[in-house]
């Protein structure tokens, strides 16, 4: 088992910035369950949709919509995975979870944490 916690939601205005931050803890030590790590989001009435995921060695995926705004990058040492939210957009509004699986394609064997709201105003 792998527990996740979140960190640095908020309230921003549009525009503004914003870095979300995710520890991590494993029950046996073992890190192959994190050999991806990540972020995904759930807006109100919408399906949770990949944000950004960085695997061991640093391969990312970005959706679409956050390319050039956002940043994910992780620390082996300590295993942690963070997100920095540049040019915010209203519709970047949402729940933000962070994620973790052993593999990149998406695994059963995936944790999440609690999530974290991220509230962008115009």
């Known amino acids: 088992q792998v527990q996740l916690v979140e960190s640095g939601g908020g309230l921003v205005q549009s525009g503004g910035s914003l870095r979300l931050s995710c520890s991590t803890s494993s029950d046996s030590g073992s890190t192959t369950n994190m050999y991806v790590m990540g972020w995904y989001r759930q807006a109100p009435g919408k399906q949770r949709e990949l944000v950004a995921i960085?695997?061991?060695?640093?391969?990312?995926k970005y959706d679409d919509s956050v390319k050039g705004r956002f940043t994910i990058s992780r620390n082996n040492a300590n295993n942690t995975v963070s997100l920095e939210m540049n040019d915010l957009k209203p519709e970047d509004t949402a729940v933000y979870y962070c994620?973790?699986?052993?593999?990149?394609?998406?695994?059963?064997?995936?944790?999440w944490g609690q999530g974290t709201q991220v509230t962008v105003f115009s």
């Open positions: 960085i695997a061991y060695g640093g391969n990312t």
């Open positions: 994620h973790s699986r052993p593999s990149w394609l998406m695994s059963p064997h995936s944790f």
